[in-house]
């Protein structure tokens, strides 16, 4: 079992640039989300979906956009990278609503933004 | 308003000796609390959950949390630490039963372990 697979592990962006993350989970969650990881400051929800053809806003959401068409995937695009958004980013999934089930997390995407 | 507080950013301790992680939330509802685990360049791995049964809560690799709704504490402990626990432990608070944009990470604690 791959579990959550995120593409790709490593990225350079130059400000102004777009691109997209995709996370893919093989466990038919209905649930799934987008995490940011700054240094001291845990992760921050981006954006989370609870289905196919639905998403919706986390707590830092201004300047990236999600999709998730399929329901195994789930889709993190920036449009017009800024250095503010040099992070690592984490892919979640989990069979009900997180807030009382375990989330399986992917491996994590280092972006940089220069 | 939901808030979680990891009062240690870095704990180190000598292998074989015990080891305390602290953890303290704030919650206007019932919580569910999380211990999470992520080792260098991977992704979180769930250490145990508390979702309103038992207050003293196993999880793997021999830690165990309990929660105690008059500190409004969740603690995470292991008797005995081993040089594969070194990693970041995250705290987690969420309503239970309730929304994933009301899910609060801490900022992490850092265990370092000495041979």
């Known amino acids: 079992n791959a579990g959550v697979t995120q593409t790709p592990k490593f990225r350079v962006l130059k400000t102004g640039q777009s691109m997209t993350l995709l996370c893919a989970q093989d466990?038919?969650?209905?649930?799934m989300y987008w995490y940011r990881q700054d240094p001291g400051m845990g992760l921050r929800l981006i954006h989370y979906s609870v289905g196919e053809g639905t998403t919706a806003k986390g707590e830092v959401p201004d300047g990236y956009n999600v999709s998730r068409l399929k329901k195994q995937n789930f889709l993190l695009g920036l449009e017009s990278a800024a250095p503010s958004q040099t992070s690592v980013y984490f892919c979640?999934?989990?069979?009900?609503?997180?807030?009382?089930?375990?989330?399986?997390f992917g491996q994590g995407t280092r972006l940089t933004v220069v | 308003a939901q808030s979680v507080t990891q009062l240690d950013s870095h704990v180190s301790v000598s292998e074989g000796t015990p080891v305390l992680l602290r953890c303290n939330y704030s919650?206007?509802?019932?919580?569910?609390l999380f211990w999470y685990v992520q080792h260098p360049n991977k992704g979180l791995q769930l250490l145990l959950k508390y979702t309103s049964a038992a207050t003293l809560v196993k999880g793997i690799n021999g830690f165990e949390a309990e929660f105690k709704k008059s500190e409004t504490s969740f603690h995470l402990t292991k008797p005995s630490a081993h040089m594969s626990d070194a990693a970041e432990y995250f705290c987690?608070?969420?309503?239970?039963?309730?929304?994933?944009?009301?899910?609060?990470f801490g900022s992490g604690t850092r265990l370092s372990i000495r041979p």
């Open positions: 919650s206007s509802y019932s919580p569910s």
């Open positions: 979640a999934s989990s069979y009900k609503i997180q807030g009382n089930t375990e989330a399986f």
């Open positions: 466990m038919n969650h209905e649930y």
């Open positions: 987690v608070v969420s309503p239970l039963g309730g929304s994933a944009s009301k899910i609060i």
